[in-house]
């Protein structure tokens, strides 16, 4: 089955003009007193996210409403994607030691009660940041220890002690995306990025806690084939992945990866349809949706809330 969604080619056959987006990629934009505000936050402590770095559609729903992704260890990626927005170089070992403590007081100010870490790869260090990663977690936990904690971690280069040390944070999420289907990821990732060693990374989180809740994501309209969007679909179920986001890839500037298709909201929802059949426990699939998404993140949460009264409710012989 081919996408009927919108094509690149047909549009640029059919004007000069520069190209729009479909009408459903259109947001408002950002703004409103809790956008503001948050914005005022990060500024104030000197805090990325990936909002902004990746220029996120949905910054104004998300900040609007009081959430945001943090991002860890700096806002240089010693990766460099063709897909990604963040900056890529050499932060040469730099990492704010102070940064786990001050992420944690952040987020205690907020309110939140579920909150989303990511983080640049950070290749020039021995461990990867896995350290400081963990410690980011702990120290949310410590400040808030009603926080439900997501983490999207990058690979590790496959490090299992690195990987050991997210589980044994107390994370509640751990994901990792897959990014794209396989044939496309040397174009689309780092030439240090590799589909297999992705699956791996969740593989490895479930050895190490079967419990654990794992979630990867898909980016579409970058050429990939609806056969082989289902075949990614089954290799994250192989490994034990739950949660499936899917969303439109949006080109962040000239210089990176072009869109060559525009996939409909129709072709989305049937592609959460197939992701359903095959298991996943939630499948958040649109045009807009990311990896962070809030909807997903309600899931996870009722999800996660459900599996503790079930097992408290065990600890007591109910």
Same mark, same amino acid.
């Given at each position: 089955m081919k996408f009927l969604g919108v094509r690149m080619a047909d549009l640029q056959q059919t004007t000069n003009q520069r190209i729009q987006k479909? &009408?459903?990629?259109?947001?408002p934009l950002p703004g409103g007193e809790s956008y503001a505000h948050l914005k005022q936050i990060l500024r104030a402590h000197n805090? /990325?996210?990936v909002c902004e770095e990746a220029r996120c559609p949905n910054i104004g729903?998300?900040? +609007? +409403?009081g959430t945001a992704t943090f991002m860890l260890m700096g806002d240089v990626c010693t990766r460099g994607c063709r897909f990604c927005a963040v900056k890529s170089g050499n932060p040469r070992g730099a990492l704010n030691p102070d940064e786990p403590k001050k992420v944690a007081d952040v987020i205690a100010e907020m309110g939140l009660d579920y909150v989303v870490l990511t983080s640049v790869n950070r290749d020039d260090l021995p461990d990867q940041g896995s350290v400081h990663y963990a410690e980011s977690v702990r120290q949310i936990k410590l400040r808030s220890? /009603?926080?439900l904690v997501e983490t999207l971690i990058p690979d590790f280069r496959e490090d299992r002690q690195a990987i050991a040390r997210i589980v044994d944070s107390g994370a509640d999420v751990i994901a990792h995306n897959l990014e794209t289907v396989e044939r496309?990821?040397? %174009?689309? &990732?780092? =030439? &240090? !990025? !590799?589909y297999p060693q992705s699956l791996n990374v969740l593989a490895q989180v479930k050895e190490l806690d079967p419990e654990r809740m794992t979630k990867s994501s898909l980016m579409l309209g970058i050429g990939e084939e609806r056969s082989e969007i289902e075949k990614s679909m089954d290799d994250l179920r192989a490994v034990g992945v739950e949660i499936l986001t899917l969303g439109q890839y949006l080109q962040p500037t000239h210089a990176h990866l072009p869109v060559t298709q525009f996939v409909s909201p129709e072709e989305f929802q049937e592609l959460a349809e197939a992701g359903k059949e095959k298991g996943f426990l939630y499948v958040a699939s649109g045009p807009l949706? %990311?990896?962070?998404? =809030?909807?997903?993140e309600y899931f996870t949460k009722h999800?996660?809330?459900? %599996? !503790?009264?079930?097992?408290? +409710? !065990?600890?007591? +012989?109910?």
């Open positions: 479909p &009408r459903w990629l259109k947001v805090l /990325h996210t729903e998300c900040w +609007g +409403g220890p /009603h926080i496309l990821t040397p %174009r689309v &990732r780092d =030439r &240090r !990025a !590799a949706v %990311r990896s962070s998404y =809030r909807a997903g999800v996660l809330e459900e %599996r !503790a009264k079930l097992a408290q +409710g !065990a600890c007591y +012989g109910l």
